[in-house]
Nanobody, 116 residues
């Protein structure tokens, strides 16, 4: 099992930017596709972005396309999410995990709050 630790979330004004980091420890990392997900208050957890094991193929939810960029560093077991032009509807707890099921136990996530 891997331990997932997300960081980088905070309160930001609308139009601002944040970079989230996920560190995955405890197992091999570089051969898996990874993703970012988010859960807003009162809503189900949803897909945000995925990246394949080479880092050359990415997918995005329509709501973040053109504003968010996922990347990875296989040498340090890290996945990143660069978020630009943040909007209040991006407010959520953000999580990383394998892109497809079965997934690892979820980490604590990192809170992103966007003020209008």
């Amino acid at each position: 099992q891997a331990q997932l630790i997300e960081s980088g979330g905070r309160l930001v004004q609308a139009g601002g930017s944040l970079r989230l980091t996920c560190v995955a420890s405890g197992r091999a990392f570089s051969s898996d596709d990874w993703g970012w997900f988010r859960q807003a208050p009162g809503k189900e957890r949803e897909f945000v972005a995925t990246i394949n094991w080479t880092g050359q193929r990415t997918t995005y939810a329509d709501s973040v396309k053109g504003r968010f960029t996922i990347s990875r560093d296989n040498t340090s077991n890290r996945v990143y999410l660069q978020m630009n032009d943040l909007q209040p509807e991006d407010t959520a707890v953000y999580y990383c995990n394998l892109a497809a099921k079965p997934q690892f136990p979820w980490g604590r996530g990192t809170q992103v709050t966007v003020a209008s």
